[in-house]
């Protein structure tokens, strides 16, 4: 084990944790000091809102704080029942079902829905949860290009005949890049298929789409199954996966995540109704973080970074090599800015990254005093 650590640590590949001494919101204290926080998935800034709080205080004090069981045994609770209606509800869909996690969700949705006969697409920048998924499931899994729908069509074409199901899978907003997947095009070749279409709106519930209801309901796409998580813009714990009675039911009976798993805290879930109805009516919350947004990737290419191709709140800074990425996000703590270098196995080798992202609580002043922290690291490295 040790020897493992130091090959970690040869390649520039050991990560350790750095413990935040305040709560999330634009600012953090690090060592008992302020530094401006620009890496978490706290979109909206809900993470540490008192009306969540206080939710989440009432539901401990009506509900307790542990579920008991599984979902299956005891554990299902009237407040996990309310926001499983609240979730379908805000994306549409007829039915949904609360994971504990994202990753729990889609390992557990994606193994329940296909299995050894079954064929699978999968976007080759797909979450590690979906990919974790796709073999658990033991479906026969084919890789398309990013973003590549034409990709995805040659490929069904190819292989559609052999098996029994079919399901494309794909992030809606691609976590490390921040582009968005090509829906209207995917739910084309599902359609001309026979195969159904699961999109995870991890990093588009609450930021994109009317009222945040995510990437399809913007794009006017009907996926089969939606997976949408609690603990980015709704500022929780936990995810979503939401469709019709038959896809939800099949999940709860089959998804060993959910099966074998005890329930959410019912406090947390108690919160889920407010989260998403506070996320509904954020209008003025998206605007501000799309113009954070605006402001770092304009900012970051003036510096003559490069900066990738989306235009979502995930502002992507390439720096290639492990060492250099990891080298830039100390210089920049230094400098009073918590950024954390992406490097391997997260992203492909060779696109070691910063992954800046604002949240809808930083003060203008937040970002400029940040993009002056770059310039002075990329001015002395
Ligand atoms: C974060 C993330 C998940 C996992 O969600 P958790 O609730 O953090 O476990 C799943 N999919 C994508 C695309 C993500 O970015």
Same mark, same amino acid.
């Given at each position: 084990m040790e020897r493992a650590l130091q090959a970690l640590s040869d390649v520039d590949l050991l990560r350790e944790p750095r413990t935040i001494e305040s709560a999330q919101g634009p600012l953090a204290i690090i060592d008992a000091r302020e530094v401006v926080l620009l890496? @978490?998935? !706290?979109y909206l800034g809900l993470a540490s809102d008192p009306r969540l709080a206080d939710a989440i205080r009432i539901g401990a004090a009506r509900w307790g704080g542990g579920a008991g069981a599984s979902r299956l045994i005891s554990g299902t609770m009237a407040p996990h029942r309310l926001a499983e209606r609240a979730a379908a509800e805000h994306v549409g869909a007829a039915a949904a079902l609360i994971f504990s996690s994202g990753y729990a969700a889609n390992v557990g949705t994606v193994q329940a829905l296909v299995g050894p006969r079954d064929l699978v697409l999968s976007d080759a920048l797909n979450h590690a949860s979906l990919i974790d998924g796709c073999r658990l499931s033991r479906a026969t899994v084919k890789v398309f290009r990013h973003g590549d729908a034409a990709h995805a069509a040659a490929l069904m074409a190819e292989?559609?005949?052999?098996?029994?199901r079919a399901l494309v899978v794909t992030d809606a907003?691609? @976590?490390? !890049?921040?582009d968005h997947a090509p829906l209207p095009g995917l739910r084309e070749v599902c359609d001309r298929w026979d195969a159904g279409l699961l999109v995870d709106e991890a990093h588009a519930i609450g930021v994109t789409g009317p009222h945040g209801a995510g990437l399809c309901a913007e794009l006017g796409v009907r996926p089969d199954v939606w997976i949408g998580t609690?603990?980015?813009?709704?500022?929780?714990a936990g995810a979503f996966v939401a469709g019709s009675d038959a896809i939800v039911s099949l999940v709860y009976n089959r998804a060993r995540s959910f099966v074998f798993s005890t329930a959410i805290s019912p406090a947390i879930a108690a919160a889920v109704p407010l989260a998403l109805a506070i996320a509904r009516e954020a209008e003025d919350r998206r605007a501000r973080l799309r113009e954070h947004a605006r402001r770092l990737r304009q900012g970051l290419s003036d510096l003559g970074l490069t900066i990738g191709a989306g235009s979502s709140a995930i502002v992507p800074v390439q720096l290639g090599q492990p060492a250099t990425a990891a080298r830039f996000s100390a210089r920049l703590l230094e400098e009073g800015v918590l950024v954390q270098a992406i490097r391997p196995p997260t992203v492909p080798p060779g696109t070691s990254r910063l992954r800046v992202v604002p949240t809808a609580r930083h003060e203008t002043e937040h970002i400029d005093r940040a993009l002056s922290a770059f310039a002075r690291v990329v001015g002395r490295p």
């Amino acid at each position: 084990m040790e020897r493992a650590l130091q090959a970690l640590s040869d390649v520039d590949l050991l990560r350790e944790p750095r413990t935040i001494e305040s709560a999330q919101g634009p600012l953090a204290i690090i060592d008992a000091r302020e530094v401006v926080l620009l890496c @978490s998935n !706290d979109y909206l800034g809900l993470a540490s809102d008192p009306r969540l709080a206080d939710a989440i205080r009432i539901g401990a004090a009506r509900w307790g704080g542990g579920a008991g069981a599984s979902r299956l045994i005891s554990g299902t609770m009237a407040p996990h029942r309310l926001a499983e209606r609240a979730a379908a509800e805000h994306v549409g869909a007829a039915a949904a079902l609360i994971f504990s996690s994202g990753y729990a969700a889609n390992v557990g949705t994606v193994q329940a829905l296909v299995g050894p006969r079954d064929l699978v697409l999968s976007d080759a920048l797909n979450h590690a949860s979906l990919i974790d998924g796709c073999r658990l499931s033991r479906a026969t899994v084919k890789v398309f290009r990013h973003g590549d729908a034409a990709h995805a069509a040659a490929l069904m074409a190819e292989h559609r005949g052999s098996y029994a199901r079919a399901l494309v899978v794909t992030d809606a907003i691609f @976590s490390m !890049d921040g582009d968005h997947a090509p829906l209207p095009g995917l739910r084309e070749v599902c359609d001309r298929w026979d195969a159904g279409l699961l999109v995870d709106e991890a990093h588009a519930i609450g930021v994109t789409g009317p009222h945040g209801a995510g990437l399809c309901a913007e794009l006017g796409v009907r996926p089969d199954v939606w997976i949408g998580t609690l603990g980015k813009a709704l500022g929780l714990a936990g995810a979503f996966v939401a469709g019709s009675d038959a896809i939800v039911s099949l999940v709860y009976n089959r998804a060993r995540s959910f099966v074998f798993s005890t329930a959410i805290s019912p406090a947390i879930a108690a919160a889920v109704p407010l989260a998403l109805a506070i996320a509904r009516e954020a209008e003025d919350r998206r605007a501000r973080l799309r113009e954070h947004a605006r402001r770092l990737r304009q900012g970051l290419s003036d510096l003559g970074l490069t900066i990738g191709a989306g235009s979502s709140a995930i502002v992507p800074v390439q720096l290639g090599q492990p060492a250099t990425a990891a080298r830039f996000s100390a210089r920049l703590l230094e400098e009073g800015v918590l950024v954390q270098a992406i490097r391997p196995p997260t992203v492909p080798p060779g696109t070691s990254r910063l992954r800046v992202v604002p949240t809808a609580r930083h003060e203008t002043e937040h970002i400029d005093r940040a993009l002056s922290a770059f310039a002075r690291v990329v001015g002395r490295p």
